[in-house]
């Protein structure tokens, strides 16, 4: 148990659909991040919040559309994906961005295939 | 471009010494940390360095050389708990971490 969960855990939809991946962090923390894992490449960093304001988006798909209500929630919303974004999708949280030292704790993922 | 390089898969026996390097070329540097990650569960810290040399904690140890773009995890005493997959990531002078694709350890009794 990190103190950072994800809901759902598994999630199948179709190209068509829309979902939402959820992520909140118990931790008191004011950064938060989307990563995108794939089967033996790098995680992949999708978007960075820090103090609600999002300071990072590294040229991801309009597909993809995050949202940070405050420090302790994290949203991905998802339209029209391809099967090509089907992944492990990690949210982690840390004290700020600012500061090398400061880990990331990871929440457990959101195993998502498109069909 | 930048690069992590760290080798795919490794395999020890349980009870002997591992050693599972990382080399890396960043823009501008602000430490190197360690991740363990289980199969289906979240990457969790295991260490960072930011000077030169070894920094030992319990089993496991983990060195760095900035000169050299290199850094080793050492893990001794393996246990078959420890059977996992080692992500090696470098803070670059943005402030973003830049991932190695991960070291799948696999311990045999």
């Known amino acids: 148990e990190t103190g950072v969960t994800q809901t759902p855990r598994h999630l199948v939809m179709g190209m068509t659909n829309k979902k939402s991946l959820k992520c909140e962090q118990h931790?008191?923390?004011?950064?938060m991040y989307w990563y995108k894992q794939s089967a033996k490449k790098p995680l992949e960093l999708m978007f960075v919040?820090?103090?609600?304001?999002?300071?990072e988006n590294n040229s991801v798909p309009s597909r993809f559309s995050p949202e940070c209500p405050n420090s302790s929630h994290l949203f991905l919303h998802l339209h029209t994906l391809q099967p090509e974004d089907s992944a492990l999708y990690l949210c982690?949280?840390?004290?700020?961005?600012?500061?090398?030292?400061?880990?990331?704790?990871f929440g457990p993922g959101t195993r998502l295939t498109v069909t | 471009g930048q690069n992590i390089d760290q080798p795919t898969e490794m395999t020890a026996t349980e009870g002997a010494i591992v050693q599972i390097n990382c080399t890396y070329q960043?823009?501008?540097?602000?430490?190197l940390f360690w991740y363990q990650q289980h199969a289906g569960e979240a990457p969790t810290f295991l260490s960072y360095?930011?000077l030169d040399g070894l920094e030992e904690k319990g089993r496991f140890s983990s060195f760095l050389s900035r000169s050299k773009g290199y850094s080793y995890l050492l893990l001794k005493e393996l246990q078959m708990k420890d059977s996992a997959s080692y992500l090696c990531?470098?803070?670059?002078?943005?402030?973003?971490?830049?991932w190695g694709a991960g070291t799948k350890l696999i311990i045999k009794p």
């Open positions: 931790l008191g923390h004011n950064a």
């Open positions: 360095n930011v």
């Open positions: 982690a949280s840390s004290l700020d961005t600012g500061t090398p030292s400061y880990e990331q704790y």
């Open positions: 919040y820090n103090f609600k304001e999002q300071t």
């Open positions: 960043t823009s501008g540097f602000n430490g």
């Open positions: 990531a470098v803070m670059d002078s943005n402030y973003q971490l830049i």
